[in-house]
């Protein structure tokens, strides 16, 4: 097994899954969590993840195929993407995917799925396919707001993360979320993702005043 990396909730590796390589996603025991508590939040996503992966495919969405699932253990064994991340993608190809990205949110919410981590982390470009991993935090949820909180971080990783690069990037990813719900859709969404940054507006003017 070879570790590759530490991931947020757990180590991640790879290794063989029969003929194939796989990739081992683990979800570590936090300590400071009551034992408990903690197991049932690590099953809860493990289960969600490995569900969600796998029916996110019937929307022809790409995802990695999950082999095995540990439950005891929240470990969930799955096909390695051998592709680059989004995130690590020259700045014009980040630019050019976003569109595709764009679709691929489209798509979820369309179908009452939110990922609940939508970053350019969480999405691996492999022979000209970009695949989604990364579900331990979706839900199925037809809520305009929920959908909007996903563009929001979206919005949120590109100011950060791809700063000089973030309003070529954000069109895009609109174009293609647009073209995937709807202008009806995409409107009431924007407009919720607008209400979502002024009520952070709201917050911080309230904490400098404190
Ligand atoms: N199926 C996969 N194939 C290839 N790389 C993967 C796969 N799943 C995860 N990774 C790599 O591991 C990293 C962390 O996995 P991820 O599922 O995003 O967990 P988390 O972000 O919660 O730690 C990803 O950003 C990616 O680099
Ligand atoms: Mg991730």
Redesign the pocket.
């Known amino acids: 097994m070879k570790l ?7 180590d ?1 590796y ?1 290794s063989c899954w029969g003929k194939n390589e796989a ?1 081992f ?1 683990t979800r570590l025991a936090k300590t400071y969590r009551n034992s408990i508590l903690d197991f049932r939040i690590r099953k809860r996503r493990t289960i969600i ?1 490995s569900e969600i992966m796998s029916y996110v495919k019937s929307l022809g969405i790409n ?2 195929l999950i082999y095995f699932v540990d439950i005891k253990n929240c470990i969930i064994i ?6 680059e ?1 989004v ?1 690590d993608l020259s700045d014009t190809q980040i630019i050019n995917t976003c569109k595709s990205l764009g679709a691929i949110a489209g798509n979820l919410h369309k179908n009452g799925i939110m990922h609940g ?1 939508l970053t350019t ?2 999405f ?1 470009l492999y022979d000209n396919k970009i ?1 989604v ?5 979706s839900s199925r949820t037809n809520k305009p707001i929920d959908h909007a909180i996903d563009l929001r971080l979206f919005k949120e990783i590109l100011n950060s993360a791809h700063t000089s690069i973030m309003k070529n990037a954000w069109n895009n990813f609109l174009l293609g979320y647009k073209l995937t719900v709807g202008d009806k859709y995409h409107n009431i969404i924007m407009n919720l993702v607008l209400e979502i940054e002024s009520r952070g507006r709201y917050n911080n003017n309230l904490n400098m005043q404190k």
Do not use: R, V
């Not at 991993?133 to 935090?137: N, Q, R």
């Open positions: 590759i990396k530490k991931g947020a909730e757990g991640i790879l990739l996603k993840e995802s990695p799955m096909q390695y993407i051998p592709g991340l995130k981590d982390s969480n691996i695949f991993i990364d579900f331990g935090l």
